[in-house]
């Protein structure tokens, strides 16, 4: 018997944990941790997943550091985030084209 291989389309509950890797059928992800997501967690996140359309953050950490000095993290097709249930240094960090940038 001969199957194919299952692609995915979302990945849910991604923590601090997360390798990285390439997972480019992926379009949907939810990231959830108890410690603060970092400039060089969404920077390896975009990496990993470079047609991500749909992004929710759970996270009620404040970030431990300051990221006007990083580089701009663009994600390019990435058309709805949820930052409902998430600290309000997430919801500055997407909201301020200075430090992510989304699709245009």
């Not at 985030?81 to 309000?88: R, S």
Request: hydrophobic fraction near 35%.
């Amino acid at each position: 018997m001969y199957s194919y291989p299952y692609i995915w389309t979302f990945y849910h509950n991604i923590t601090n944990h997360f390798r990285g890797g390439l997972f480019k059928s992926v379009r949907e992800i939810s990231l959830y941790d108890e410690h603060s997501f970092e400039h060089d967690f969404f920077l390896r996140i975009v990496q990993s997943f470079p047609f991500l359309t749909k992004l929710t953050i759970h996270n009620y950490e404040a970030q431990q550091n300051n990221h006007l000095e990083q580089s701009i993290i663009k994600y390019s097709y990435l058309l709805e985030i949820d930052l409902v249930k998430t600290h309000h240094d997430y919801i500055e960090q997407f909201l301020n084209n200075k430090k992510i940038c989304g699709h245009s």
